[in-house]
């Protein structure tokens, strides 16, 4: 399926010794900026089981930073791939392609994901990725322990693509404010959404929204200037942001054209505790 949707997609590579140092990366303990310049070679990880593979480690858990998932750009070469990829039986998964195409088989069934593709993956999922292409694969990775409730299963594994879901409009918007959501809010069995947000340009999230959800956003298309914490700041297409629970947060879409990100966020459970020791 020939994607209609641009994605934009780290390249790597370094950095002449004549640019300047200073960018727009910045580390908070209510957000966290990751920009497009600094992924580059010397930033890059490797995982066992996998061939002609590297990644960019954009989102981790770790105190004061991502507490709820992970999120990888992996860059996977012609014919590369892996027979092993999860080694942790009780991680879900989302994989979002951004360039070119990957074969995926889940549960000994074949799948083909372009540009746009969309896979979901349930804890103890048994599946396997390859680049059968001439061209390099690249395509997030997003991460999660999957939170089991008694009486309600895990969700199943599904394919899809950008392009086949219809993007839903925010009430009140005039069509300039859209979430394409891949599962259905009110499905308990997902204890994470990852959808894809859509303004138009001049579009706004017009107050400061302030919830209980983790948020990681990568910039697909576009730019906008986001107000963080009281604090406003440039984002562009390939930049990253971490946005913590009860992180204030608004926006406006600079165009010319869309601005369009993947969005993580945590949902459908109780707030977990801190227990104390005994």
């Known amino acids: 399926m020939a994607s209609k949707n641009t ?3 780290p ?3 370094l950095p002449p010794q004549t640019q300047l140092l200073s960018d727009r990366a910045i580390f908070t303990e209510a957000y966290a900026i990751i920009p497009k310049r600094v992924l580059t070679d010397i930033v890059i990880s490797y995982l066992p089981f996998w061939t002609g593979m590297r990644m960019w480690v954009i989102a981790r858990p770790l105190s004061g930073f991502s507490e709820t998932f992970s999120q990888y750009i992996v860059e996977v070469a012609p014919n ?5 990829p999860e080694l942790d039986a009780v991680a879900e998964s989302v994989l ?6 990957m074969t995926l088989n889940i549960e000994g069934k074949e799948h083909q994901l372009e540009e746009g593709g969309y896979a979901f993956l349930p804890p103890a999922c048994q599946w ?12 997030h990775w997003i991460r999660k322990a999957y939170q089991y409730v008694d009486g309600i299963d895990a969700p199943d594994a599904f394919v899809t693509n950008d392009n086949e879901v219809e993007a839903i409009p925010m009430p009140n918007t005039n069509d300039v404010w859209k979430t394409t959501r891949f599962t259905e809010q009110s499905d308990m069995r997902h204890d994470m959404h990852v959808n894809i947000v859509t303004f138009e340009p ?22 906008a200037v986001y ?16 946005l913590r ?7 406006y879409a600079g165009g010319p054209g869309p601005f369009r990100y993947l969005l993580y966020k945590d949902v459908n459970r109780h707030m977990p505790f801190i227990r104390p020791s005994r």
């Open 7 to 9: 994605y934009y997609a």
């Open 11 to 13: 390249t790597g590579g």
């Open 80 to 84: 590369g791939g892996s027979d092993k």
């Open 96 to 101: 979002f392609v951004v360039e070119g195409a």
């Open 128 to 139: 396997t990725l390859k680049n059968n292409g001439n061209k390099h694969l690249k395509f």
């Open 202 to 223: 001049g579009g706004v999230i017009p107050f400061d929204e302030t919830h209980v959800m983790e948020h990681g956003l990568y910039v697909l298309e576009g730019k």
């Open 227 to 242: 107000h963080l914490n009281g604090e406003w700041v440039e984002v562009e297409a390939g930049d990253f942001m971490w």
């Open 245 to 251: 629970a009860f992180c204030p947060q608004s926006c």
